[in-house]
């Protein structure tokens, strides 16, 4: 079955950088996307970026562009999201999950709890 | 930037009908997504491409999408469907989210 399984919880120091990850099993990669999603404590979805796993074409929304980079290792399944320069409101769980375009974001990981704190 | 908006809460007695709207400029022209996410969970896909369900996702759950309003109906509603929703509008540039709206089983 798909499933995607992140890293886990991170502790940074505001103004420094952090890495998440993203393994999917269950398919073949080549006809989805991957994309990133956070959630502020007590807040809604917002939307971080996505890449395709078929060519690697990445698309961001305009507040993170510059300050978020995704990739992919498809040797290994594996998705990644850095994000930089952290300020206390990037603590968040950050959340990947596969895309199928206008099929919607169908498989979740378990979310990634990212603390910015000095 | 493209916007979403969703009312912040909705109620409703057991066994009766649940509407969530989620309004946008031309929102008809493009493509939405419904999430369910209940406490400390991950979000779960209950529509898509509008109107559709995803397998194991219970016929009770429905979508439309026309002019500006996009809405996600839930018939018979249950108080295991107590949760969060969110929309989300997608095109082929962009995914946006609206706001979330709490829905309350009362």
């Known amino acids: 079955q798909v499933q995607m399984v992140q890293s886990g919880a991170e502790v940074k120091k505001p103004g420094a950088s952090v890495k998440v990850s993203c393994k999917a099993t269950?398919?073949?990669?080549?006809?989805?996307?991957i994309t990133w999603v956070r959630q502020a404590p007590g807040q809604g979805l917002e939307w971080m970026g996505w890449?395709?796993?078929?060519?690697?074409?990445?698309k961001y929304p305009q507040k993170f562009q510059g300050r978020v980079t995704v990739t992919t290792d498809t040797s290994t399944y594996t998705a990644y999201m850095e994000v930089r320069s952290l300020r206390s409101d990037d603590t968040a769980v950050y959340y990947c999950?596969?895309?199928?375009?206008?099929?919607?974001?169908?498989?979740w990981g378990q979310g990634t709890l990212v603390t910015v704190s000095s | 930037s493209y916007e979403v908006i969703q009312p912040p809460s909705v109620s409703v007695f057991p066994g009766q009908t649940a509407s969530i709207t989620c309004s946008g400029d031309?929102?008809?022209?493009?493509?939405v997504c419904w999430y369910q996410q209940r406490p400390g969970q991950s979000p779960v896909l209950v529509i898509y491409?509008?109107?559709k369900r995803p397998s194991g996702i219970p016929e009770r759950f429905s979508g439309s999408n026309s002019g500006n309003t996009a809405t996600l109906t839930i018939s018979g509603t249950q108080a295991m469907d107590e949760a969060d929703y969110y929309c989300?509008?997608?095109?082929?540039?962009?995914?946006?989210f609206g706001g979330g709206t709490k829905l309350t089983v009362l």
């Open positions: 269950g398919y073949t990669l080549g006809n989805y996307g």
């Open positions: 491409q509008d109107t």
């Open positions: 989300q509008a997608w095109d082929e540039r962009q995914e946006v």
């Open positions: 890449i395709s796993d078929y060519d690697g074409k990445t």
């Open positions: 031309n929102l008809g022209y493009k493509y």
């Open positions: 999950a596969r895309a199928s375009g206008p099929n919607g974001n169908d498989y």
